[in-house]
């Protein structure tokens, strides 16, 4: 057994814990999962697939992550952050465990490329693959992102290094569910803009370099330095042209076409409208304090700790 403890946050993820677990049994040391208050049978099956389970109010991802690791008994070398829909698959599962041990010291961070699975088809173009982000780091030497959306591991001293083994997104709920899920992601998202805007809160905002994929530090340059300054109909447009036209998504096929216009047409839009909306009724508010207060109404989230 490797000495690598696995964190797994949980909402209502019954369809999919058990999936989660029997990926990474042969190679987890301990598995924690995170769990927010479920109200389905989530935490009876994670108990009985072997985790121990910790329960904590939900305020974002970066949060409950971040409480996770520092309130569970973590005993291993190395950390994974798994979401409860992924799969560790067979071939890359046996890549951790052949090099894990391996790895010299001067080796802090593992990045992982992630397949999304959408419609039981991979989404194989558009830019949506591989999608490289470190997933493993050593304890110590790693933190997730304080952001409300979009948080990466960030690690320091030493350097990182990048498993080519499956590992793939696969929700298997509807697309209500997946529109009610980016509907949230849009709200939290358009915090984070607001906040660059306005400083209202500490947050991270540029990747260190060499602390986590470049391609993540590369996309964080071009959302923030470029994307979010375009016009509102301009970025989420031109995106999706990008993704479909340009990066080929049309050979993704019928799902691709839905996923591809959802999640790079809709949602950049939805994001978009959602910070034009608070915008509007931030203008008339006089200091940072009146900016929160008033954002939080907006959003139904708590800002100020």
């Not at 291993?76 to 391996?102: C, N, Q, Y």
């Amino acid at each position: 057994m490797l000495d690598l403890s696995v964190v797994i946050l949980t909402y209502n993820e019954e369809r999919h814990i058990v999936r989660a677990l029997e990926s990474i049994r042969g190679i987890a040391k301990e598995i924690f999962v995170i769990d927010s208050f479920s109200n389905d049978r989530t935490v009876e099956l994670a108990e009985a697939g072997g985790a121990m389970v910790l329960k904590n109010k939900f305020v974002n991802q970066a949060q409950q992550f971040e409480w996770g690791v520092q309130n569970a008994p973590i005993t291993g070398s190395w950390i994974m952050r798994l979401d409860a829909d992924e799969v560790i698959e067979p071939d890359l599962a046996a890549e951790i465990e052949a090099k894990l041990p391996t790895l010299g010291t001067d080796v802090v961070g593992i990045n992982l490329k992630r397949k999304h699975i959408f419609m039981d088809r991979w989404i194989r173009h558009g830019g949506r693959y591989p999608l490289i982000l470190l997933r493993i780091w050593r304890r110590g030497h790693g933190r997730v992102e304080n952001r409300w959306m979009d948080e990466h591991i960030i690690t320091w001293g030493g350097r990182t290094v990048t498993f080519d083994g499956g590992f793939s997104d696969h929700n298997i709920n509807d697309l209500t569910f997946f529109t009610d899920k980016h509907n949230k992601y849009a709200t939290r998202e358009a915090i984070d803009v607001l906040n660059r805007k306005y400083r209202l809160f500490p947050m991270d905002e540029e990747i260190p370099g060499g602390s986590a994929s470049f391609q993540a530090s590369i996309k964080r340059w071009i959302k923030e330095g470029v994307y979010n300054k375009l016009p509102l109909w301009v970025g989420p447009a031109g995106f999706f042209i990008y993704r479909y036209i340009l990066k080929l998504g049309f050979f993704d096929g019928q799902p691709g076409l839905i996923y591809h216009f959802l999640q790079g047409g809709w949602y950049r839009f939805l994001v978009g409208s959602k910070v034009v909306e608070y915008e509007r009724e931030l203008v008339g508010c006089a200091n940072r304090e009146e900016r929160l207060e008033k954002l939080e109404k907006l959003t139904g989230y708590r800002l100020r700790s």
